[in-house]
Structure formats: structure tokens, C-alpha cells
């Protein structure tokens, strides 16, 4: 059985994706080229990221005259990027990471190396071989196809000399189409799709999928007896694999795109290509119609489909889908240098279609997750990449992803003159600057904002599935829309200009409410009967939550005075069901504790993500890792240690400190307490011990480990030495130990190693520095990621 990352058959509505190509991102081997290995190497970093879906462009064999959109072999991967086993390894581990997987099926055309393309030149005019393709004798058939390489191609027919007949091809000469008219085209492609998804795959990108027929006296594209085969395709899909997903490549008017959905039985998603220029537009000339209009513009889709939304991919920014007049307009504010122009569109990245500002890359970003669709981001636009517009085609914007100021830009460890293209080092942009090592230091970067952004984006369901409303202030520089649905009602207000604005909105309907602002957490004034009036910043957008009745910090909790009953020994509190309850009562705890630190933030539940026990060093405390998870906002991550105590034990912490009691417990026919261990003097000094002794603990999912810089003396306490504990609003707890030690334990855990643990760290390796610091990680499977926990500090006398 392949494990899936979610039984969520519509699991595409809530995604993001990126969008990657095996051989741009990260080269293992050193030959130059990006490869699977690579990638599989670089997952953490897209979960890190936040994303939730990978896009893979074509990498099976392919004599990559288009970049591998000229397949020569379907079920196989192209030698320089690694094996089938490379592959189904890479599915593997992005599936422990819940990252879904979408691949290609090119269905329109192969390569002219195909073996199918091979056999038929050979093959006698008229028989099921020679008919895998589209022939004729003269090149004047099908004359109202347009021309879409136009800067490379003058025809859709080429000659083909062993066959002594013209081909048909939509795209390089060197693409011959596969002729759809011979059911044996659609039984083959039928077969490599469901090779693909037994392995696992989630879903396939169906390439140029309006151009499968031709029909004289029309265009060839969106023809009836294509939408029939996609019929075909999805039913079987639907029957043997009812969690994946088909995504057409349709460049097409929103009513010719929306024809790729059917009524629910073609494919699920369909990118939206005509609104992404006009995203660019409506920012250029700083009004909101040509946004609104072209989404206005859209008829309604069926319940299971999906818009695709992007902003730049792998192609140039297309200008198929506007008049002649917006391409004019587009060129003029967008391509100055001829040179960025390629066939009908501009090969620009976003960071450099944008002059760098990083204002209207977040205003477009901030659009992208907000209207109504599944983003997709392109690789290296999250930390603002250049492109190269002096290299062919559409290579410009293809170059080898960013990751540090090393050779090759981190990307591979090989002679730079062997790179499959060279890395960006025009002065802007260049990977000396721009690279993901040097944004991960800095959270004011944009690969942070993007972060931050993916985060806050996931806790909203609502963009991802629900509807969308234009507002029409009279200020029409500023974009409006309340997204409503999954119990939300979210409004976005978006100012297209470079200037500061202020619109008034009618928000009669929310009188009462207070805004939340999702960002920031903030509050706003409250709406009443009035036009409510904000302001923004040049290029400023907010996202405002409008909740009726919004809870005023009543997490949900066990009724007072509830015993957890325990099946048996202390570990059985963390098996289900009881450790349900437990979750339950420490949702009523942590909001009571300084350190939570945020008071009137509701929390929605708490999940035990990890339990690290101590095992014989104490039995019966652990070391919990707890996810808190709010209404509004990002959650955070918590460390307690917590402890069982019956008898004696939990009267003395009853009668001293019951404010540290989680819960009441009964097994069999004693009663005891579940407490928060962290000024607990047993607790405390075995901590410090295996601080000292270095020694690590694993649990149900990550493991603790500690290192203790090196000289770090016994602790020479008694094993119940006098403490004294302050708990901490910045989301600390320390405790001194008989005036001796400091444990400093990190209670809100930051993602990434803790930036206060570093400075200290740093602090240690001064010679002569009175303190002896040490580190402690706690590594988690669940949080996937790697997490300062703790320190400890030692005072000399
Ligand atoms: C799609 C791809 C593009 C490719 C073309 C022909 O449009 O996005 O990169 O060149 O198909 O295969
Ligand atoms: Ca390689």
C-alpha cells in the first residue's frame, strides 16, 4: 500500500505547490545537473517553507530540445537526474513529509526520438503504426491553427523525409502530435498515466491539453472529442484512483478554460492564465478593474474543481489571453528591453518584472494566496531570484536554484563551467546576495515573509475553498473582497498604488464586529452603520478577519475537577482515549501559565505532538511537546515537562503549588496529580545530569538530545537542592539550583534553532567567559524540524 499524506480526496483545494525542475534545484553528484537525489536532499527546506504540494516538470528521457517536454520514454527518468528508484525514494520522502507530488503527462506530443515517432516514419502509410501521428501529404491542412512558437516555428507541419509526408506539430517541429483519431494513442497514454499513479503519484499535470484534435474549418483547440477523451481519462481515474488529481494546461479565455472542469468530470483543476497578466496590469496602472473585471468575467466552476493560480512559471509570462492593446501595455511597462520579449509573452522572473521592489512583490504574493484558487509558486521567486534574459528560449528564468554564496551558488559541487546553465550573477541579483542561506538568517527576508505568509495562509481555509465578493469603493486604486466560507469571513484590501490611500467601505452587514487583523493579531476599531474607513501604506494590503461573536479567550476545556482515569501505569495517559483528555485538560493549563504569553488569544485545541519519557533516570515524568492551536493565527509549539506523582508527592505539590497541576488522575485506587515538572527539583536535577553526561532520549516521534560544552563540572547539588523558579512571559521558565546553576527552559518553542541559545552559544566560546553554556535540541519528527528547547548555565564561585 502506498501511504498517502491525506485521506482528503479534494486535498488540491487546500494545497500550495511549488513548482521545480529536478535538474534547476540541487545537483548531488557534481556533474552540473540537478538531479533526484538532490531534490529528496532539499525536501526539508520546502516544508520548512511551507508549502504543501511539488510540481516536477517532465525529467524522463528526453534529448531535451525542450527541456524535456520532448519525452522520449514515458516510463523511465532521464540518466542525468537518477533512476526509477531515485524517484520512487523522492515519493516516499515527500509523502512522510505530507507533501503531495504532481507530475506530467505531456498527452499532446512526444519527441521525434520516440520510438513511436521512429516506427512510424517507417511504417506503411495508412497502418496503426504510421497513424500514432497526424500526416499529410501537403502542409496546407488545418490552416486555422495558429502558430504558438511563433518565434521559432512559421508552420505546424514539418516534412519528414523517410516518411515522404508532413507532420503535424502545436509546438517545436522537432514535437510531433499524437493523433487522437487512432484509439490506440489514447489506450497507450491511458496506461502511462496509471503507471505513474500506482506508483503513487497524486497528481498529473496534463500538458497543452486543448490541442489533442484536429478538425478543418476550426482553430484545433478545445474541440468536443477532447473534452470526450478527458472524460475518458477521468472516469477511469475517478474508479481506480479517487484521490488524485488531473490539472489541465489550458491557455485559454475563462469560459474555454472553465470547458477543461466539465460538469465535475474532466479535470479538477485548470490553471486560470488569463487573470495573471492582469494582476500585473491592474498593479501597473494602479486600478482594480482589470482584476476584477476578468474574475467577474469567470463563470461559476463545479463544487469539485479548482482554479490554478500563479504568478511566473518555468514558460514566459504568457500574453496569449489579453487584446492587443493590454499586450502593447504590458510590453511597454513590463519588457522595455526587446530582448526580455519571447513569442507571445516576456521571459522575466517576478523579482525583476517587478524592478525588484519588494513591496509589489508582496502586494502580488499577497494576491496570489488570497483570491480565490490554489497558488503555485515558482522555484527561487520566494527569495526573489534574477533570471538571465541573454540566454535562449525560455533558459532565462531556468537557472540553478540559490541556495549560498558558495561556488555554483550551493547548487552543486562541480566546475562551474560544466553548470547545465550558468547561475545568476548579474550585480542585482546575484547569488552571492541572493541565496537561501543568507535569507534564512535574516527574518526581515522575503524567503521569511513568504514563510510567515504560507503559514498564516494554511490556518485559513477559507481562501483555499471559499467565495469571493468584490466591494466597490469609490477609491479605485484600492482592491477589495470578503472571502467567505469553512466558518470565516475574511475581507483583503489591497492598495495598487505606489502612493498612500484610504477607502471607505461599506461593512454595514458587520456592524458590531471588531476587525481582526491577521498579520499582527490586531484589533480594529469596530465597524458600525458608517462607511469604515482605512488606510494603507504604498502598495500596503490587510487581511481582516470579520467573526461574529468572536470568543473572548474560553479555551475549550474539561469541566473543573474532572479525574483522567488511568488504564495503567503513567505511559497509558498517552494512549488513546485518555490521552484525548489529556490534550483537553492541558488546554484549560497552559493559557493560565506566564510563559504562554498570550493572553485573550483563543485557543481551538492543543495536540500532543511528541512524549519524550525519562525513563528510569525518573520514571513516570516526561518530556511533552504540544501544539497549540488557535482561532485566528499561526500556532505555536510548547515544552512541559510533566510528571505523575501520587502519595506524598502530589500532596506536597497540592498544598504548595497547585497551580502547577494539569490534571487529577486515578489509577485503580489511587489518586494522584499530573503536574508540570519544570521547578521540580528531582526533575531539574536529572535534566542538568543528562545535560552533563550528554546523554539523549528519544520519543514517540523526535528525540531530545543535549550537548554540554565541554569542562561543564558535576553539578554537585543534593539530589533535592533548593530552587528557585521564575516563569517568564517571554515564553521561559528558569530555575536557579541552590545558587549554583541556572536552567534556563525554553517553553514556546521557536521553529529553527533559538536565536537567544545562539547569541549565548556564541558567548561560550570567549575564553575566559565566566558561564559555561550549554545547548540542548530537541529534534521532532511531527514538527519535522529541528528546535531549541533549553540551556543550561553554570555559574562559577
Ligand atoms: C507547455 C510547457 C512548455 C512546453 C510546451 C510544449 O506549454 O509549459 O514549457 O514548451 O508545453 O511541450
Ligand atoms: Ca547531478
Not at 519588494?358 to 504574493?365: H, W
Request: hydrophobic share 35%; aromatic share 10%; net charge negative.
Amino acid at each position: 500500500m502506498v501511504r498517502r499524506p491525506t485521506n482528503e480526496p479534494s486535498w488540491y483545494k487546500d494545497a500550495v505547490v511549488y513548482e521545480v525542475h529536478v535538474r534547476a534545484f540541487r545537483d548531488s553528484n557534481g556533474d552540473g545537473i540537478g538531479d533526484l537525489p538532490g531534490l529528496t536532499e532539499r525536501l526539508d527546506y520546502l516544508q520548512d517553507l511551507g508549502v504543501t504540494a511539488v510540481w516536477l516538470l517532465p525529467f524522463y528521457p528526453s534529448p531535451l530540445r525542450d527541456d524535456g517536454y520532448d519525452i522520449a520514454d514515458y516510463r523511465n527518468v532521464h540518466p542525468a537526474y537518477g533512476t526509477l528508484r531515485d524517484f520512487r525514494r523522492f515519493l516516499r520522502e515527500a509523502h512522510r513529509r505530507r507533501l503531495h507530488v504532481i507530475t506530467e503527462v505531456v498527452i499532446n506530443h512526444t519527441s521525434d526520438q520516440h520510438p513511436w515517432f521512429q516506427r512510424a516514419r517507417r511504417a506503411p502509410a495508412g497502418s496503426p503504426e504510421r497513424d500514432y501521428y497526424v500526416w499529410s501529404d501537403t502542409p496546407d491542412r488545418y490552416a486555422g491553427a495558429r502558430v504558438i512558437f511563433e518565434d521559432a516555428e512559421t508552420s505546424n507541419w514539418a516534412w519528414d523525409p523517410l516518411a515522404g509526408a508532413y507532420y503535424w506539430h502545436r509546438f517545436f517541429s522537432h514535437q510531433p502530435d499524437l493523433n487522437y483519431d487512432n484509439p490506440a494513442v489514447a489506450k497507450a497514454i491511458q496506461s502511462i498515466a496509471d503507471f505513474w499513479l500506482d506508483m503513487g503519484v497524486d497528481g498529473l499535470r496534463l500538458d497543452a491539453v486543448p490541442y489533442l484534435y484536429e478538425r478543418e474549418g476550426t482553430n484545433c483547440e478545445n474541440l468536443p472529442e477532447t473534452h470526450a477523451i478527458l472524460q475518458r481519462l477521468r472516469s477511469h481515474l475517478d474508479h481506480r484512483f479517487p484521490d488524485r488529481m488531473f490539472l489541465a494546461e489550458a491557455n485559454q479565455w475563462p469560459e474555454d478554460a472553465i470547458a477543461y472542469f466539465g460538469d465535475g468530470n474532466e479535470c479538477h483543476m485548470a490553471f486560470h492564465f488569463p487573470l495573471m497578466p492582469r494582476i500585473f496590469m491592474g498593479l501597473r496602472m494602479e486600478n482594480r478593474f482589470p482584476i476584477i473585471d476578468i474574475l467577474e468575467q469567470t463563470p461559476p466552476i463545479p463544487e469539485s474543481a479548482q482554479w490554478g493560480l500563479f504568478l511566473r512559471n518555468h514558460d514566459e509570462l504568457t500574453l496569449e489571453m489579453v487584446t492587443d492593446e493590454e499586450r502593447d501595455y504590458m510590453y511597454r511597462h513590463y519588457a522595455r528591453d526587446r530582448r526580455a520579449r519571447l513569442n507571445l509573452g516576456i521571459r522575466h522572473r517576478l523579482a525583476p518584472l517587478l524592478g525588484n521592489d519588494r513591496r509589489q512583490i508582496e502586494l502580488v504574493n499577497a494576491l496570489l494566496l488570497s483570491l480565490p484558487g490554489t497558488p503555485f509558486l515558482y522555484y527561487g521567486d520566494e527569495i526573489g531570484m534574477g533570471d538571465n534574459i541573454y540566454l535562449g528560449d525560455r533558459n532565462g528564468v531556468r537557472t540553478p536554484m540559490q541556495w549560498s554564496s558558495d561556488r555554483n551558488a550551493g547548487f552543486s559541487q562541480g566546475n562551474p563551467q560544466r553548470l547545465y546553465l550558468p547561475v545568476i550573477t548579474d550585480p542585482e541579483y546575484h547569488y552571492e546576495t541572493v541565496n537561501v542561506e543568507a535569507q534564512a538568517r535574516n527574518s526581515s527576508s522575503l524567503l521569511w515573509w513568504m514563510r510567515n505568509m504560507l503559514a498564516l495562509r494554511r490556518r485559513h481555509p477559507v481562501f483555499g475553498r471559499g467565495t469571493i465578493e468584490f466591494l466597490h469603493p469609490d477609491n479605485e486604486r484600492v482592491l477589495a473582497y470578503l472571502r467567505r466560507g469553512e466558518g470565516e469571513v475574511v475581507l483583503v484590501v489591497t492598495n495598487l498604488s505606489r502612493h498612500s490611500q484610504y477607502v471607505e467601505l461599506d461593512l454595514s452587514e458587520f456592524a458590531g464586529i471588531r476587525p481582526l487583523e491577521l498579520f499582527g493579531q490586531q484589533e480594529f476599531p469596530a465597524i458600525g452603520k458608517l462607511p469604515y474607513l482605512l488606510t494603507l501604506g504604498p502598495h500596503g494590503y490587510l487581511w481582516l478577519s470579520l467573526v461574529a461573536g468572536r470568543p473572548g479567550g474560553q479555551p475549550p476545556s474539561v469541566e473543573a475537577g474532572k479525574r483522567i482515569t488511568l488504564p495503567g501505569a503513567s505511559e497509558t495517559a498517552f494512549h488513546d482515549p485518555v490521552r484525548h483528555d489529556l490534550e483537553l485538560a492541558l488546554a484549560r493549563y497552559l493559557p493560565t501559565r506566564p510563559w504562554f504569553g498570550h493572553p485573550g488569544r483563543a485557543l481551538r485545541e492543543v495536540i500532543l505532538q511528541d512524549v519524550i519519557p525519562l525513563g528510569r533516570r525518573l520514571p513516570d515524568t516526561y518530556l511533552i511537546l504540544l501544539e497549540a492551536d488557535y482561532l485566528q493565527g499561526e500556532s505555536d509549539w510548547f515544552l512541559v515537562p510533566l510528571s505523575f506523582a501520587f502519595g506524598e508527592d502530589a500532596d506536597d505539590v497540592r498544598h504548595h503549588q497547585p497551580e502547577l497541576i494539569v490534571a487529577e488522575v486515578v489509577e485503580e485506587d489511587l489518586r494522584g496529580i499530573a503536574f508540570d515538572a519544570a521547578g521540580w527539583p528531582p526533575c531539574v536535577t536529572t535534566l542538568v545530569e543528562m545535560i552533563r553526561q550528554r546523554k539523549g532520549q528519544s520519543g514517540e516521534e523526535g528525540a531530545v538530545g543535549f550537548q554540554a560544552a565541554t569542562g561543564m563540572p558535576p553539578p554537585a547539588t543534593p539530589r533535592d537542592p533548593e530552587v528557585e523558579v521564575s516563569d517568564n512571559p517571554d515564553g521561559h521558565t528558569t530555575v536557579a539550583v541552590a545558587g549554583r546553576y541556572v536552567l534556563k527552559l525554553y517553553r514556546r518553542l521557536e521553529l529553527g534553532v533559538n536565536p537567544d541559545l545562539e547569541v549565548r552559544l556564541f558567548l561560550t566560546e570567549q575564553p575566559r567567559q565566566e558561564a559555561v553554556e550549554v545547548e540542548c535540541r530537541c529534534l521532532g519528527d511531527v514538527a519535522g524540524r529541528e528546535t531549541g528547547v533549553g540551556h543550561h548555565h553554570h555559574r562559577d564561585q
